[in-house]
């Protein structure tokens, strides 16, 4: 089994939301088997901004769903959805 390098798009609830706070958050929420690789910034319209968050985990059953479940737990987060998953090789 190899691993897997999701990226995970956080939208907030509101344009107001503090950034910053989140992405500490989303260091503190990755489960024991996800890496935090990067959290990219995405401007999305009015002043909303996403946040792409890209996790490397094991390639076994769940994948993702932990981190998905932790992440959609932070405070101020509106959305969570996988919008591309690969295999490292």
């Not at 950034?19 to 690789?37: G, R, T």
Request: a negative charge; glycine letters at 6%.
């Amino acid at each position: 089994m190899g691993d897997v390098v999701a990226t995970i798009k956080l939208m907030p609830e509101s344009p107001e939301v503090d950034l910053e706070n989140i992405k500490k958050n989303i260091e503190d929420s990755m489960p024991e088997k996800a890496e935090l690789h990067k959290i990219e910034e995405e401007p999305i319209a009015f002043g909303l901004v996403a946040l792409n968050v890209i996790v490397v985990v094991g390639d076994a059953e769940g994948g993702t769903e932990a981190v998905e479940e932790n992440l959609s737990k932070i405070n101020d987060v509106g959305n969570v959805e996988v919008t591309d998953i690969r295999r490292l090789m």
